[in-house]
Every structure is written in structure tokens, then in C-alpha cells.
């Protein structure tokens, strides 16, 4: 079995190599670890490899690998289902919020980032294949959704964030991935106040290489650095 550090050393080769078919280089494209599940001294291997955030899902984790030191020397993401309750124990401790999918969510963040004398930056995640059983905004609603956000003070929309649907079959990936990048540049031509398109953060282990290819410059890759999570 490859050691972390081996199989981030792969895929940033696969990055570079993809992102140069598309005029552009590995230092355009973040990698973000998507941590869950590893522990704290797992992260901290990830961190000293050289990944350019770690990316958690779920809150409790990241309180508990946060006092464990484990994301230290890495920007640290949220990128799981954040509930409004749960907004106050992350923000002032993560540099980006990634999973914003409603007004209401973000008027929490807004809330909490005030108390904080802090901007917090966010990318909104949208729902791009419509599926029942993922958590961001309807395309239909993304306009609305960010011209809205964008006027609330202290928090900072950085971007858009999409799940798509899973499949195997590269053409599948490659429409919404195009999709999703045609709502970014959309979404940018609007020059909403207070918004800068910068990140669109799409890919996993398994389609990373097609999202770059099709305009991502932010990808979340957890299998594919540390292996295969066992669930229990
Ligand atoms: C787990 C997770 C990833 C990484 O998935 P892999 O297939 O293990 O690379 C990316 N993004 C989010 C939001 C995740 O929850």
C-alpha cells in the first residue's frame, strides 16, 4: 500500500497533467483533503505532504481533530451538510465555508462572523443534478440565492461548490461539471457587489481529472489520499 504522502505526490502529478491540457498549472488548482473519517494523525501526515487545505465534514469531528492540532499548517474547509444550530461552533475556527445552500444559513454564519469582527468567506454549493438526496441550492435558485447572500454583512461569497450526481461514465461527468462552470461564469458576469468568483470547487477521487478539465480549480479528494474509509 502507497503511504500518504506517495498517493498525494499522484495526484498532484494528475493535476498538473490535466490542468495543463486546459492552459493552466497544478499551483492554479487547491487540493483539499477531505479528512473525514482519518484521524488527527492521518490529517497531520496529509498536512506535512503538502495538501493546500483539509476539508471536514461533520462539526463534532472537526472540534475533536481541531483540539487534537490535527489540521495545524493547513487552511482548514468545511465542506459537509451544515446545520444552522451547529454554524456557531466553526466559524472564526475555518478559513471557507464551502456547503452554503440557503439564505438562512448564511444569515447565521453573517450572524456568528459579526460577533466575531470577522469576514467569513463561503462558496455557495448548488444542487446541480437536482437530486433528491443532495443538500445544495436548485440552479434555478442560484442567482437569487447569492445576489441575496452578497448583501449580508460579513460573510464573503468566494465561489460555488457542487456534489454531482455519482456516475462512472465520463460524458455524465463532464455535463454537469460543464454546467456548473457555465452557472460560474454566469454568476460572475452579474459583477453582484461584494462577490468574487474565484473558486469552483468540484471533484472527488474518482472524477477530479474531468472537473479540472472542465474548469474546476478547487477539488476535495479523500479515497484517493488516504484510502478506502471503513465505515462502522
Ligand atoms: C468525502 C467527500 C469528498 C471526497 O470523496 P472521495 O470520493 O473520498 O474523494 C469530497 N467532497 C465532499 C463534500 C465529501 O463529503
Known amino acids: 500500500m502507497n503511504t500518504i504522502a506517495e498517493n498525494i505526490a499522484a495526484i498532484r502529478r494528475e493535476i498538473d497533467e490535466a490542468a495543463r491540457l486546459c492552459g493552466k498549472t497544478g499551483a492554479d488548482i487547491t ?4 479528512t473525514k473519517m482519518n484521524d488527527a494523525e492521518r490529517v497531520r501526515e496529509a ?23 490535527a489540521y495545524e499548517g493547513a487552511p482548514l474547509h468545511f465542506i459537509g451538510t451544515l446545520q444552522t444550530n451547529k454554524v456557531k461552533y466553526i466559524v472564526g475556527k475555518v478559513q471557507l465555508i464551502q456547503s452554503v445552500n440557503s439564505l438562512k444559513l448564511a444569515a447565521e454564519i453573517s450572524k456568528c462572523a459579526i460577533k466575531h469582527g470577522i469576514v467569513q468567506d463561503i462558496l455557495v454549493e448548488i444542487n446541480i443534478g437536482g437530486e433528491e438526496s443532495k443538500s ?5 435558485d442560484a442567482f437569487e440565492l447569492v445576489e441575496n447572500i452578497s448583501k449580508l454583512p460579513g460573510v464573503h ?20 461539471f460543464t454546467k456548473m462552470k457555465q452557472l460560474f461564469v454566469d454568476i460572475e458576469a452579474k459583477k453582484y457587489d461584494n462577490i468574487s468568483m474565484e473558486f469552483l470547487s468540484m471533484g472527488m477521487s474518482g472524477d477530479y481529472r474531468n472537473a479540472i478539465l472542465c474548469g474546476a480549480n478547487m477539488v476535495r479528494v479523500g479515497t484517493g489520499i488516504f484510502g478506502a474509509r471503513h465505515y462502522v
Open 157 to 176: 461569497v468566494r465561489g460555488l461548490m457542487t456534489i454531482p450526481p455519482i456516475s462512472d461514465d465520463e460524458e455524465t461527468q463532464k455535463r454537469f
Open 47 to 69: 498536512v506535512e505532504a503538502g495538501i493546500d487545505a483539509c476539508g471536514e465534514n461533520r462539526v463534532q469531528e472537526l472540534m475533536e481533530k481541531y483540539e487534537q492540532g
Open 31 to 34: 487540493l483539499v483533503a477531505a
Open 136 to 140: 445544495g441550492a436548485d440552479e434555478a
